[in-house]
């Protein structure tokens, strides 16, 4: 079945730029969503279509995508965005599949 | 403001049955299609189920497929997952989403979730 791989971990240091990647071999012709998850609490949309940011998410949020690979930018890492990141795309087929998630630790 | 609410979640043995609900307030529910999405202890999430905003269409992950039936109810604004044959490996939490978007949607709303647990 398809998958998309991102990395289990990434940290950075507040202030700092944290980038966490979601590769899929049809990423080139899918979306990629990204979902902030806090400890304990229900998933919240950040990036949407590869790079638009939903209302009341800050500007720091940022989404790009090139081939294979999307890619979360969170710039001027604060230590309220720590969480775990999950991507959200889809098969060459429209089936969804969510990569396995990222824990961003704020140093 | 946009609430989702789940509940009917449990603790069945492998072989069981278990009804999951999600009341839904704040938005024209019969507009927008709706997502059962769910997350094994200390693991990421998987998509389990989808429904259109009449009922009429469903779609199913393979791992569910044959064994979960989502529906829905618009006069009550709720939804369902009907989670039957029940395995160890459906032990997690249960969100319901809202989605929005068109041919390319997204889930731009979730409930808290919900508790299921499975043993063998």
């Known amino acids: 079945s398809y998958e998309v791989t991102q990395p289990p971990s990434v940290s950075v240091s507040p202030g700092q730029t944290a980038r966490i990647t979601c590769s899929g071999d049809?990423?080139?012709?899918?979306?990629a969503y990204w979902y902030q998850q806090k400890a304990g609490q229900a998933p919240e949309l950040v990036i949407y279509?590869?790079?638009e940011r939903p209302s009341g998410i800050p500007e720091r949020f940022s989404g790009s995508s090139s081939g294979t690979t999307a890619t979360l930018t969170i710039s001027g890492v604060q230590a309220e965005d720590e969480a775990d990141y999950h991507c959200q795309s889809a098969d060459s087929s429209g089936t969804w599949v969510f990569g396995g998630g990222t824990r961003l630790t704020v140093l | 403001e946009v609430q989702l609410v789940e509940s009917g979640g449990g603790s069945r043995q492998s072989g069981g049955s278990l009804r999951l609900s999600c009341a839904a307030s704040?938005?024209?529910?019969?507009?927008?299609?709706m997502t059962w999405v769910r997350q094994a202890p200390g693991k990421g999430l998987e998509w389990v189920a989808s429904v259109s905003g009449s009922g009429q269409r469903t779609f199913y992950a393979d791992s569910v497929k044959g064994r979960f039936t989502i529906s829905r109810d618009n006069p009550t604004n709720t939804l369902f997952l009907q989670m039957d044959s029940l395995r160890a490996g459906d032990t997690g939490k249960y969100f319901c989403a809202k989605e929005t978007g068109g041919t390319y949607s997204w889930l731009d709303s979730w409930g808290r979730g919900v508790l299921v647990t499975v043993s063998s």
């Open positions: 279509k590869d790079s």
């Open positions: 704040g938005f024209n529910f019969n507009t927008n299609a």
């Open positions: 049809a990423m080139p012709k899918q979306y």
